[in-house]
């Protein structure tokens, strides 16, 4: 079965940058739209950023577009999301998430496969 691990969260000043990837194990990735998501407490799951399985085509939010950047490698079987000029409010625990096709709209409900997570944190 399909698992996703993220890792290179952690602590960061403002400004300053992180680099999160998301593993895969178990199946492959190149047939599958992957997903970032991040929560913060209280608030439900947003959208973060989405690629296509063969890395064609990619999608932001608003609040990252410009800052972030999301990649893929698929002979890796991995996937990442470059995190530049970072702000407080960026701080989330950041979610790798994996759909059953190709493409996905950047909705928690299109994406069948979560990782645990990891902690960012933006602060001075």
């Known amino acids: 079965q399909l698992q996703l691990v993220e890792s290179g969260g952690g602590f960061v000043q403002p400004g300053g940058s992180l680099r999160l990837s998301c593993a895969a194990s178990?199946?492959?990735?190149?047939?599958?739209?992957v997903g970032w998501f991040r929560q913060v407490p209280g608030k439900e799951r947003e959208g973060v950023s989405c690629?296509?399985?063969?890395?064609?085509?990619?999608n932001y939010a608003e609040f990252v577009k410009g800052r972030f950047t999301i990649s893929r490698d698929n002979a890796k079987n991995t996937v990442y999301l470059q995190m530049n000029s970072l702000k407080p409010e960026d701080t989330a625990v950041y979610y790798c998430?994996?759909?059953?096709?190709?493409?996905?709209?950047?909705?928690?409900?299109?994406?069948?496969?979560w990782g645990q997570g990891t902690q960012v944190t933006v602060s001075s």
């Open positions: 998430a994996c759909a059953r096709t190709s493409w996905a709209a950047m909705d928690v409900a299109e994406f069948a496969y």
């Open positions: 178990g199946a492959t990735l190149d047939n599958y739209a």
């Open positions: 690629i296509t399985s063969k890395g064609g085509f990619t």
